[in-house]
């Protein structure tokens, strides 16, 4: 079983960054797909950014040029680096890994969500 913990978040003011971190058990991490999600209240949890095994990564539409994805597997982490925030991106961020096997259904996994708060 791979845990996944965040950290980072908290409260902000508009325009302000915050850097979030997912750290990750387990000898596999390299071989994960890692992504971002966020949910706000009355929501539903929505994909903000996602990096492959092999390092590519896009964004929803919403973020791009304000956040980047980024990971360190010497250290089991993926990062979300968040500029310019803005009150809506306000929400709980998971972190979430997809481990795919070769024969297996996809093995995927959650953190406990970290709150962004971008408020003034």
């Known amino acids: 079983q791979v845990q996944l913990v965040e950290s980072g978040g908290g409260l902000v003011q508009p325009g302000g960054s915050l850097r979030l971190s997912c750290a990750a058990s387990?000898?596999?991490?390299?071989?994960?797909?890692m992504g971002w999600y966020r949910q706000a209240p009355g929501k539903q949890r929505e994909l903000v950014a996602f990096?492959?095994?092999?390092?590519?990564?896009n964004y929803d539409d919403s973020v791009k040029g304000r956040f980047t994805i980024s990971r360190d597997n010497a250290k089991n982490t993926v990062y979300l680096q968040m500029n310019m925030l803005k009150p809506e991106d306000t929400a709980v961020y998971y972190c979430?890994?997809?481990?795919?096997?070769?024969?297996?259904?996809?093995?995927?996994?959650w953190g406990q969500g970290t709150q962004v708060t971008v408020s003034s």
């Open positions: 387990g000898s596999f991490f390299s071989d994960y797909h």
């Open positions: 990096i492959n095994n092999g390092g590519s990564s």
């Open positions: 979430n890994a997809v481990h795919m096997i070769k024969g297996w259904a996809p093995l995927n996994y």
